[in-house]
């Protein structure tokens, strides 16, 4: 039965709510290690690059910001949507950069094999998004949805009332 009341007592507890942005901040961190574009069979990921460190980074925080939470039963909206503000805006510009990039290093390589070859240059297949990419800017919203539940609620009381320990 310890099982059955760590559970439920995971599920009563006064910041519950903060399972959400921690799932989330879990799901952001994986998504940095996913490709974030794909060209034909190419996959590029985010975490070689500094925008992959960045979101992992973040990422990390995020569930650092929702553990806190849990021990202090303080809130943490606030920088939950900052950080899922933040994410969400590397995520995207670094999407458009690197469509961009990918798109010019495929077309050099095209252009130097054909030069190589002696014939016609290949034809470039045309960048996509991969699912890691949505699936960080979706974990990213979130955050920033949760984040900005404060705002939007305007709590009277922001913090968790204290309970009493000696009952």
Do not use: C
């Amino acid at each position: 039965m310890p099982l059955r009341e760590a559970v439920s007592g995971a599920l009563r507890h006064s910041m519950r709510a903060y399972y959400l942005p921690l799932a989330a901040g879990v799901v952001l961190a994986a998504s940095a290690f996913m490709p974030w574009m794909l060209m034909g069979d190419l996959r590029f990921r985010g975490v070689p690059g500094l925008a992959g460190l960045w979101v992992l980074g973040l990422g990390l925080l995020a569930v650092a910001l929702a553990v806190l939470s849990f021990i202090t039963r303080k809130n943490s909206r606030h920088p939950l949507l900052l950080v899922g503000l933040a994410a969400f805006a590397i995520l995207l510009v670094s999407e458009r950069l690197m469509e961009r990039r990918v798109s010019e290093q495929a077309w050099a390589r095209s252009q130097a094999r054909a030069i190589v070859a002696g014939g016609p240059p290949d034809a470039v297949p045309d960048p996509a998004m991969a699912p890691g990419a949505y699936l960080g800017l979706s974990a990213a919203a979130v955050i920033a949805m949760f984040g900005l539940t404060i705002v939007v609620r305007r709590a009277v009381q922001p913090y968790a009332e204290p309970e009493d320990d000696d009952v």
